[in-house]
C-alpha cells in the first residue's frame, strides 16, 4: 500500500519558519518524482515545489529564495523548509509523488499518482 504521510505543519507569526516532511512508503522512493502543492480556501491548487533529483528542482515564483525542497533516498522522505513564512503563504500542503514527473497539473489526467493526505499550514500577520 502506498503510504505519503506529511508532518510539520503549523502555526507562525510572519517572517517564521516550519520544516514540513513527508514520509514514503510502498513505492520505490528513488524512481519517483516529488513535490508539494498547496491549497487554499477558495483558491485553486498550486504547485509549489517539486524534486527529481538536486540539480532537477522547481519552486514556484512566489516561494524562490524562501522555500527550500530536499530529498533524503536513503529514508524515503522528502522536506520542504520554509522560511521568512508570509500569510498569502497559509494553505494545506499536500506531499505528491509520480514515476513520470510532477507538473503543474493538480487535476485530470496529468494529476500526480500519490498524493498524502495533507498539513496545514497558517501565517499570521
Known amino acids: 500500500e502506498v503510504q505519503l504521510v506529511e508532518s510539520g505543519g503549523g502555526s507562525v507569526q510572519a517572517g517564521g519558519s516550519l520544516r514540513l516532511s513527508c514520509t514514503a512508503s510502498?513505492?520505490?522512493?528513488?524512481?519517483?518524482?516529488m513535490g508539494w502543492y498547496r491549497q487554499a480556501p477558495g483558491n485553486e491548487c498550486e504547485l509549489v515545489s517539486s524534486?527529481?533529483?538536486?540539480?532537477?528542482?522547481y519552486y514556484t515564483d512566489s516561494v524562490k529564495g524562501r522555500f527550500t525542497i530536499s530529498r533524503d533516498n536513503a529514508k524515503k522522505t522528502l522536506y520542504l523548509q520554509m522560511n521568512n513564512l508570509k500569510p498569502e503563504d497559509s494553505a494545506v500542503y499536500y506531499c505528491?509523488?509520480?514515476?513520470?514527473?510532477?507538473?503543474?497539473?493538480?487535476?485530470?489526467?496529468?494529476?500526480?499518482?500519490?498524493w498524502g493526505q495533507g498539513t496545514q499550514v497558517t501565517v499570521s500577520s
Open positions: 505528491v509523488a509520480d514515476r513520470f514527473g510532477v507538473t503543474i497539473y493538480c487535476t485530470g489526467r496529468l494529476r500526480p499518482d500519490y
Open positions: 510502498g513505492f520505490s522512493f528513488d524512481d519517483f518524482e
Open positions: 524534486m527529481r533529483s538536486p540539480i532537477n528542482t
